[in-house]
């Protein structure tokens, strides 16, 4: 069956499209039904079913043939190491760390959090939760406490578990310092944390909290997998809202384990046994569906990378893993490659390496520009798929569904929707627009299994963040057309979100952040355009009456307040003093206008605005650092 002959058939019958996904799922007790409609715009999948997600991922592969195949290859230039761990090696390790757990109190629907580099054992602990029905919160190694606090007091965990670094080119990253100052922010105490101790850099343990990771887990007794029913909660994930307040993404078991299952083969395109590559962090969405659950699901083997796609050591670093490893699909973000095209232009790297086992490469997390896709085909000789999703759906909203049938690419669209998204355009009073129109990207209720039924602890926030502003609809929070094949483009979010070298932040938090030096009465944070992280944050802030201190000085503990408070991956280097703020007669800022201003791209004066002349002033603002010079 070709693409739109299956899209139709998900939409003459969704329930019976997914109960038939699901068969590929080893159940403890299979869904008698798919959607469970619980009124309110809450929909379940898969409730009524009873299920463990490790072993989906894992056991059931020893059982069935797989158990000296590799489950995870761990390549890190970073350390100068590689480690394969079978299917059969991954069982004992992740029985044994949920045997540690469970030892530590740790039971079904407590929540673990994760706060590690990019190790195996980052993997064996997400499935280490999945064994024993714990809920994981993984967080990104490049938060800083503040961050870290503000999780622990959303999602209250009981242990957390941890290492004692993450390493950057050129630094340690000692991760106790932030464990410590997260712990004592936060309200909430975790009663344990398993520490990782990494050659790299050990760390001390707290007693009475700390635990070290090798001893227990060699002392433990390893565990069996819980079954959990279909709703049960996998994980949370934090992602950026508009607020300071990141959204606690919620991902129930069932619907996870069928929809990336699904995806493996019909959107990637490969079979149980081959190679998988994700390249990215344990701590984005991409982690959890493509370096963790997906691929193990499916029997695929796992690339788990510790490096960057440049410096570790060069520009060569993704082929030669590639080659290395006869990876057949490979994922990344676009800024990675613009990053290795910036160093290596002509592709020499490219051509130093038998990439004849590489099918194609798959990008998402931000737009993928017309030159890098180009430069990719070109230099690679494969196809380059454009996909596009968050971390609120899990999965590709849009894509190419290469393994069913590869539509042709049109360069700027990341294809079509998949099975399970009936995606619409509309114009501000919620109605559909024609083809080539802009408008809001939204997606009609209900969403498909595997998307977020809620956010953790905040419902009111979930129906308020999605599904208020189109009665019926989810609000992707992005704005695009669809063309008259079907073809999608995704233009811009419609929020306060931004996408920095494909790591989603939120200006409105770096303005919460702003908004409290103690000299800063008034603050706008903006997006701009990259060439090489697509966008970058800039601050203008405007100082309280009175205040006469240097104006660098001022700027420079603006940028050291975000690194502090948010973290080094907020990317935030440049502050600016300025007078005023540009802002409707309503007080609204311009923020639109001031990035088109430093994009030097055209743009109307806002009928409403109180006082053109400041825009002349963030203009010589923002000259004064590179931009708006057109
Ligand atoms: N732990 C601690 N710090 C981290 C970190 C982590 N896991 N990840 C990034 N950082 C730090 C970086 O060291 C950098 O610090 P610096 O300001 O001291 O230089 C800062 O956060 C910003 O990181 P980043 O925006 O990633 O920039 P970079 O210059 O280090 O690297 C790229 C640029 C393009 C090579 C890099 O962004 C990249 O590989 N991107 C791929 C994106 C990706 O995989 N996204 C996942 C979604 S699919
Ligand atoms: P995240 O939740 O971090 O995956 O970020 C999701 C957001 O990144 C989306 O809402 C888009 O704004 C953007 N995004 C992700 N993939 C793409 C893509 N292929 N094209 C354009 N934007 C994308």
């Known amino acids: 069956m070709g693409y739109h002959a299956l899209y139709e058939a998900w939409k003459q019958d969704p ?133 870290l606090a503000v999780r622990i007091d959303d999602c209250t965990p009981k242990a957390i578990l941890a290492a004692s670094c ?13 464990l410590d100052g997260a712990i004592e922010m936060a309200r909430h105490k975790p009663e344990v944390c398993l ?46 809202g508009t607020t300071g307040a990141p959204k606690g993404v919620v991902r129930h078991t069932a619907g996870h384990l069928v929809a990336l299952n699904w995806t493996m083969k019909n959107i990637y395109n490969v079979d149980p046994g081959d190679v998988f590559w994700a390249a990215s962090d344990v701590g984005w969405v991409v982690g959890h569906s493509y370096i963790c659950y997906g691929p193990l699901v499916h029997g695929n083997t796992t690339v788990v990378f510790e490096g960057k796609p440049i410096g570790t050591p060069d520009a060569g670093t993704f082929w030669r893993i590639i080659a290395e490893h006869n990876v057949r699909s490979f994922f990344t973000a676009p800024t990675a490659i613009r990053a290795v095209r910036r160093e290596d232009p002509e592709g020499d ?71 399970g998204y009936d995606v619409q355009i509309l114009d501000e009073a919620g109605q559909p627009q024609k083809p080539g129109a802009l408008g809001a990207i939204a997606i009609r209720l209900p969403l498909p299994p595997g998307t977020l039924p809620t956010l953790w602890n905040a419902e009111d926030r979930f129906r308020k963040s999605y599904m208020t502003t189109f009665p019926g609809y989810y609000e992707t929070g992005d704005a695009g ?36 030096h103690p000299d800063v009465a008034e603050c706008a944070v903006v997006g701009v355009g990259d060439a090489l992280k697509g966008q970058a944050p800039i601050g203008f802030v405007c100082l309280s009456k009175g205040v006469n201190r240097p104006h660098a000085e001022i700027a420079a503990e603006c940028v050291k307040r975000i690194r502090d408070q948010i973290g080094p991956v907020a990317a935030f280097k440049q502050a600016l003093v300025v007078d005023r703020l540009p802002k409707t007669r309503s007080g609204k800022i311009l923020r639109a206008t001031m990035v088109k201003i430093a994009d030097n791209q055209d743009f109307k004066m806002p009928a409403t605005i109180d006082d053109p002349a400041i825009l002349d002033e963030i203009r010589t603002a923002l000259q004064t650092i590179g931009y708006a010079q057109g």
Not at 15 to 35: H, M, R, S, T
Not at 50 to 62: K, P
Not at 197 to 226: F, N, Y
Not at 489 to 500: E, H, L, P, S
């Open 15 to 147: 329930e019976g499209f997914w109960l038939d996904a699901a068969k590929a799922i080893d159940w403890v007790e299979p869904p008698k039904k798919a959607l469970f409609d619980r009124g309110a715009d809450m929909y379940e999948w898969y409730a009524d079913a009873q299920v463990n997600g490790c072993y989906n991922a894992v056991d059931r592969h020893v059982e069935n043939g797989r158990a000296d195949q590799f489950a995870i290859i761990h390549d890190s230039p970073i350390t100068g190491t590689k480690q394969k761990i079978t299917f059969a090696e991954l069982q004992t390790r992740v029985a044994k760390l949920a045997g540690a757990l469970q030892a530590q109190g740790v039971t079904k629907g407590d929540r673990v959090i994760i706060y590690m580099p990019m190790v195996p054992e980052a993997l064996d602990a997400m499935l280490a939760c999945a064994r024993i029905g714990a809920v994981h919160s993984v967080v990104f190694g490049g938060f800083a406490a503040n961050e």
């Open 166 to 178: 993450g390493l950057e080119p050129g630094r340690v990253v000692a991760y106790k310092p932030l």
């Open 195 to 240: 520490i990782l101790q990494r050659e790299q850099h050990l760390c001390d343990l707290t007693p009475g909290r700390d635990l070290d990771w090798a001893e227990v887990c060699d002392a433990a007794t390893p565990a069996g997998c819980v079954p959990v029913a279909g709703n049960h909660p996998a994980y949370i994930l934090y992602t950026s």
């Open 349 to 419: 790297f490219i051509r130093k390496y038998d990439l004849s086992c590489l099918r194609a490469l798959y990008l998402a997390g931000e737009r993928a520009d017309p030159d890098t896709i180009i430069w990719a085909q070109e230099k690679l000789g494969k196809p380059v798929y454009d996909h596009w999703w968050q971390t609120e759906t899990g999965f590709t909203i849009a894509g190419n569904p290469a393994g069913l049938e590869a539509l042709p690419v049109k360069i700027g669209s990341p294809t079509v929707p998949m099975p």
């Open 481 to 516: 057309m669809m063309d008259e094949d079907g073809y999608l483009y995704i233009m811009a979010r419609t929020d306060d979100v931004i996408n920095v070298a494909g790591h989603r932040l939120s200006t409105g938090a770096m303005e919460e952040v702003l908004a409290g």
